[in-house]
Structures are given as structure tokens and as C-alpha cells.
């Protein structure tokens, strides 16, 4: 296995600024204090608890402010910036025009192991990939630690990790279009693609940019990497197409070239063995079965017995807030969806179910065309 040419790079002595002071800034200020750097921490929100989080780093012996961005940030050597700003805004043009370098608190972290990184992207079921894939892969040989936009910083992770490291270490990151926006040298050993449909456009000009980002996550892997892909989405298919990585598909459809087939009763092997049948899938719902193919197929490529990966499969039922039901009350089954933040996942939720349905929409407007999902309400939808 190529367990990649990342180069620690050092900073110790290097005035480092983390602009964004949520979970992964304060992580990424721990790990630079830890490798030695001169650490400032600038957030222009001032909430209770950041007053906290930033109390706690000054006990640390990092300075830092609040309710404002100061001129003191651009006395920097480099800046590590939250995913919540954008690559247009006026500060990040600003530090650009200084020749002060920004990176992603991803791409920062990944400097500091050498341990396989399997990043895991798509507009929809990133998390639920994320943490089936961290499961199957933990065996006497891998041990698998989850990360990145599931709430867990990766900086926290290799922090812990250097205090005690794990040879076996397998990092399984959930990767974000906004964290792979400021990246110089982030190469994970497998790189998965679950879909691209449209997302976040509130934030990129058009598709285009958001794709982009998006395919940044290849962008610097080698012909020992691999990009593990879903072969039923033409966009994703045309975006790897330049990538020398090695290509497994994956899909619902028939692929010959995929590891695992999946027909209308079972999941078979290349070897056309039986890896599972699709009444024993724990994981609910046709999109749920391209996430489970994506994990079980990266699985795979670690090196993880067929077994084991059918065992994971049998057993693990999903993540909250995505189709979970939460009650039945009078003969109504209430389902949290919660994480349907764009309008495919809406849809995906809507071809769900054959029962009756009332849907509940709010939230974040992103910028999509909610027509699009008048061709997925069918008879079964009663109210919106």
C-alpha cells in the first residue's frame, strides 16, 4: 500500500493565524501550538461560546480575538481558514494580495501523518458512507478513525494521534466542497465520489465552481491512488475522466469493471460469489445501496475480507437525522430527514416511501430550482 508522499512540513516559529474559532479552528490552533508555531485566533462573531472555546485556548498560551478581524491577521506566514468563508470575500483577497497562504483546516491537519487517508465526497450520503466505510474497516489489521465534516475535526484526530500513535491508523474523512477549496498538498490513497448534483449555490457562481471544488480532491493523487466512483452519474464519470489515478466504479447499474454487482436479490463479487443478499441490507432505500457498493468497495481495496464487509453491511442501519424514524403516534410514522439539505436528497427521500406522505420543508434556501422536484411528486405526496 502507498501510504503517500506527504511531507511533514515544518512550522515551528511560523506566525500562523486560524481565522474561525468553531471546532475545527480550535483544533487546528492545538496541533499548530503542538508543532511549535506562533499561534493568533480571529473569529468575527462573539457568542458565549466561543468566549469559551477562546478562554480555554489562552490557557493554552494562544492570544486571540473576537467580534472583529484586526490588521494583526495579516502578520502572518500562513493562515488556516474556516470552510465558512468563502474564497471571494474581501478578506480572503486581501491576505492573497499580502502573499499570505490560506489552507483548509484538512489540508493543514494532513501534514502531520503519514497514516492512508480515504476521503469520501458527494453532494448526498457523505456521512452515511463515512461512518459504514470506518466500520467495515475496523480490523485486527486497520483501525479506522473517522473525521472531517461529520463534526469531528481531523486536527483533533492527529493531534490525539501523535500523543499516541496507532500503526494501523486508517483515516476515513467526510470531505466538504468548502474544505477542499484552499488545499496545496492534500492526497488521500483512495478518493471517493458518491454523486454530484447541485448544492450549495448560494456560495459558487454556478456548477462549475462547485464541481470544481469538488474535484480538487483528486487533483493531487498519483497512478498508486485510487478514485472509487459512481458510474451511474455522467458528471462524475466526465470529471475523472483526465485523473491517472486508478478508477473503480461503482453503481446500480451493470458496471463489468466494478468489484461488486448488485442485481434485484443479492450483491455478487467479481468472482460471482454471493456477497449479500439484499433482504439482509440493514441500510434502507435504493440510495442507500450506491453508499453501501462506494464503502464496501474502498473496503475492499484496503484489503478488508469480503466476510467481514457483508457482516458490516448486515449490521449497520444508518446515521441520525437521515430518513430515522422517531415515532409512531395514531398510525403516523413521523421520519427525521433532517439532513436533506438539497433538493436531490429531498427527492431521494420522496421515492423512499410508498405510504402516504406529508413533507415538511425549511431551512437554508441554496439557491436551487425547487421544480425540479415536481417530477417525484406522485400520488403519494398529500401536503407539502
Do not use: C
Not at 444508518?318 to 427525521?336: C, F, K, M, Q, S
Amino acid at each position: 500500500m502507498n501510504i503517500h508522499d506527504r511531507a511533514t512540513i515544518e512550522i515551528r516559529g511560523k506566525k500562523i493565524v486560524i481565522l474561525g474559532l468553531a471546532l475545527s479552528g480550535a483544533a487546528a490552533a492545538k496541533l499548530a501550538v503542538r508543532q511549535g508555531a506562533d499561534v493568533f485566533v480571529s473569529d468575527n462573531q462573539d457568542t458565549l461560546a466561543l468566549q469559551g472555546t477562546l478562554t480555554d485556548l489562552k490557557a493554552l498560551g494562544i492570544p486571540g480575538e473576537l467580534g472583529q478581524h484586526s490588521d494583526q491577521i495579516y502578520d502572518a506566514d500562513l493562515w488556516i481558514i474556516s470552510p465558512g468563508i468563502a474564497q471571494d470575500s474581501e478578506l480572503v483577497q486581501k491576505a492573497q494580495s499580502n502573499d499570505i497562504p490560506i489552507v483548509s483546516e484538512i489540508e493543514f491537519s494532513s501534514w502531520f501523518t503519514t497514516a492512508p487517508i480515504l476521503a469520501i465526497t458527494g453532494s448526498n450520503g457523505k456521512t452515511t458512507t463515512a461512518h459504514l466505510l470506518a466500520e467495515m474497516i475496523q480490523t485486527d489489521d486497520l483501525h479506522g478513525a473517522l473525521a472531517g465534516n461529520v463534526g469531528i475535526p481531523f486536527a483533533e484526530m492527529v493531534l490525539e494521534d501523535l500523543g499516541n500513535p496507532d500503526p494501523k491508523r486508517v483515516w476515513v474523512l467526510e470531505i466538504s466542497s468548502f474544505q477542499m477549496e484552499f488545499i496545496e498538498h492534500f492526497k488521500p490513497y483512495i478518493a471517493i465520489f458518491l454523486n454530484i448534483t447541485p448544492d450549495h449555490l448560494n456560495r459558487y457562481p454556478s456548477m462549475k465552481e462547485y464541481i470544481a471544488a469538488k474535484m480538487n480532491m483528486w487533483s493531487r493523487q498519483t497512478a498508486e491512488d485510487f478514485i472509487v466512483y459512481n458510474a451511474d452519474d455522467t458528471i462524475l464519470v466526465e470529471e475523472i475522466a483526465e485523473s491517472t489515478s486508478r478508477k473503480i466504479a461503482f453503481g446500480l447499474g451493470h458496471h463489468p469493471e466494478a468489484i461488486f454487482q448488485p442485481n434485484r436479490t443479492k450483491i455478487y463479487t467479481e468472482e460471482h460469489a454471493t456477497l449479500i443478499e439484499m433482504n439482509q441490507l440493514a441500510l434502507p432505500g435504493k440510495h442507500n445501496l450506491a453508499n453501501a457498493l462506494a464503502a464496501a468497495t474502498a473496503a475492499h481495496l484496503m484489503g478488508v475480507p469480503n466476510k467481514s464487509i457483508a457482516a458490516t453491511m448486515s449490521q449497520f442501519s444508518g446515521v441520525p437525522h437521515r430518513l430515522e424514524p422517531i415515532a409512531e403516534i395514531n398510525g403516523v410514522t413521523y421520519i427525521n430527514d433532517s439532513k436533506a439539505t438539497n433538493l436531490d436528497a429531498v427527492q431521494v427521500a420522496l421515492e423512499s416511501f410508498t405510504q402516504p406522505i406529508i413533507l415538511l420543508l425549511g431551512g437554508l434556501d441554496k439557491g436551487g430550482d425547487f421544480r425540479s422536484l415536481l417530477p417525484h411528486t406522485h400520488n403519494n405526496l398529500k401536503e407539502v
